[in-house]
């Protein structure tokens, strides 16, 4: 009898720990437009971004989708900040200057590669993850036209895994 109550709590710690090893990726979406940002932008141009964070690795990856984009991106970036308001950058992403029209920005950074910004307390690796799964963060392209952001979106979580 205690053998097979041992063999049936090991199994049941079995599930719970492949549950938990499961429930390591997070996957944020965000529309991307001008009246996103803040203030509002008029622009022809938007877009789609797909972040995911694999908690057990602390990388987050990306895919942003720019589409009609009238003048040459500048910059993109993953911002601490909520809704409605502009916060700083924490995750800055490659891009190819000066590309307009359709183009796709992607990549992959270790969270402990974030540009600290105690104000709005991202100290560490711990704290960005905590910012994206708490809706903090938000996607920006910046183009010529507008250095301050052509278009924004919210990162929303939407799966976990």
Not at 4 to 9: Q, R
Not at 13 to 31: E, G, H, M
Not at 44 to 70: E, K, R
């Amino acid at each position: 009898m205690r053998r097979v109550l041992s063999l049936a709590i090991a199994a049941v710690f079995t599930l719970l720990i492949s549950a938990q090893a499961q429930a390591q990726t997070f996957t944020f979406t965000a529309d991307l437009s001008g009246g996103n940002e803040v203030p509002g932008v008029v622009t022809g141009s938007g877009g789609t971004a797909t972040v995911t964070l694999n908690v057990a690795t602390n990388v987050v990856t990306w895919v942003i989708d720019v589409y009609n984009l009238p003048t040459g991106v500048t910059a993109s970036h993953i911002h601490a900040g909520s809704p409605g308001v502009a916060g700083p950058v924490i995750v800055n992403f490659t891009v190819v200057a000066n590309t307009s029209n359709d183009f796709r920005i992607s990549g992959s950074a270790n969270l402990s590669e974030i540009v600290p910004r105690p104000a709005q307390g991202i100290n560490s690796a711990e704290d960005a993850r905590q910012a994206l799964l708490n809706g903090d963060t938000y996607v920006n392209v910046h183009s010529s036209a507008n250095p301050g952001g052509e278009i924004r979106g919210q990162l929303v979580l939407v799966t976990q895994f």
